[in-house]
């Protein structure tokens, strides 16, 4: 289980990174709920995605430390190409089903000014 996990993990920030907003469908569970979004669905995730590198492009987020017991990771990213920043860093908590992240928690020191 740890494996699938970390696996999850490093799919999801590695296409975050490459723009794989399409990769959103096959990492997240078709039933996925982003505690921060109050939002359901892979869908939700790739908005999201678009709409920050829209603001971001050159935003690459670098895993930090992951810690992972069970189906759940705790991961601490900074996340690099943010101007006028220092790199903001973001804690995220997710689970993990069947190899894909199903529910995700997270925090952002990123500043943001105007709507999200």
């Known amino acids: 289980m740890t494996d699938d996990v970390r696996a999850a993990a490093r799919r999801m920030y590695a296409a975050f990174n490459a723009h794989d907003h399409a990769a ?18 892979p869908e939700s995730v790739t908005r999201s995605w678009q709409r920050f590198h829209e603001t971001f492009p050159d935003a690459q987020v670098v895993v930090e430390d992951m810690v992972v017991e069970g189906d759940t990771a705790a991961v601490r990213t900074s996340v690099h190409g943010i101007p006028d920043q220092q790199p903001p860093t973001m804690l995220e908590i997710f689970r993990v089903r069947d190899g894909r992240i199903s529910e995700l928690w997270g925090l952002s020191s990123l500043l943001r000014q105007g709507p999200p």
């Open 24 to 41: 959103t469908a096959e990492i997240f569970t078709a039933d996925f709920y982003s505690h921060p979004l109050a939002a359901t669905g």
